[in-house]
Structure formats: C-alpha cells, structure tokens
Nanobody, 121 residues
Framework: QVQLVESGGGLVQAGGSLRLSCAASGRVFSINAMGWYRQAPGKQRELVATITSGHNTNYVDSVKGRFTISGDGAKNTVALQMNSLKPEDTAVYYC???????????????WGQGTQVTVSS
C-alpha cells in the first residue's frame, strides 16, 4: 500500500504565498519523479510542476518565476512554494508520485487526495 499525504492548502489574498507539502509512505522502493497537478472547477487537471529523482524540474508556463518545486529523495517528500499567487491559481492541487514498489516492478502513478488552494482578489 502506498499513500501520498498532502498539506498546506488554504485561503490567501492575491499576491500572497502558500507552501504545499506531500509525503509518500508505505511500500515505496524507488521514486522516479514527483509533482503537483491542479484542477479548477470545470477544467481539466493540468500539470503545475514536476521534479525527477535527478532534480530536473519542469513547470507550466503560467507559474514560472512564481512557484518553486523541491524534493527530498531520502524522505520521499515534495514541496511546492507558491509566491505571488493570483486568483487564477485557485484550484484543488494534487500530489503525484511515479514510483515502484519493488526492485522488479513497473513504475506506476500514485495520487494524493488533493488540497484546496483559494486565492481571493
């Protein structure tokens, strides 16, 4: 069993900051990448930022320069520092991990339960 537990969402005014955290626990052998996705009402889930085990990062254009993703491979955690938040950042944010549960296993995607981020104007 694998669990991804998120924390750090909430309500903030435009221009403010929030930090999201996510920890993977359970039967985790190795993690290839972790990341954050978001889904706003009536919209499809979109990638926000990802980080690989080699610390390569990728961001959606709309958050570049404002959000920073970081990871700790030893602790199986990932964080998203969100600065200069805008109302259009309002969404449910989901943690994702691409991992395998044993040496010979296939990598699969696992998801957290989601945390609400609301940015007021």
């Amino acid at each position: 069993q694998v669990q991804l537990v998120e924390s750090g969402g909430g309500l903030v005014q435009a221009g403010g900051s929030l930090r999201l955290s996510c920890a993977a626990s359970g039967r985790v052998f190795s993690i290839n990448a972790m990341g954050w996705y978001r889904q706003a009402p009536g919209k499809q889930r979109e990638l926000v930022a990802t980080i690989t085990s080699g610390h390569n990062t990728n961001y959606v254009d709309s958050v570049k320069g404002r959000f920073t993703i970081s990871g700790d491979g030893a602790k199986n955690t990932v964080a998203l520092q969100m600065n200069s938040l805008k109302p259009e950042d309002t969404a449910v944010y989901y943690c994702n991990a691409r991992l395998r549960r044993d040496y010979s296993g296939t990598y699969y995607d696992y998801w957290g339960q989601g945390t609400q981020v609301t940015v007021s104007s």
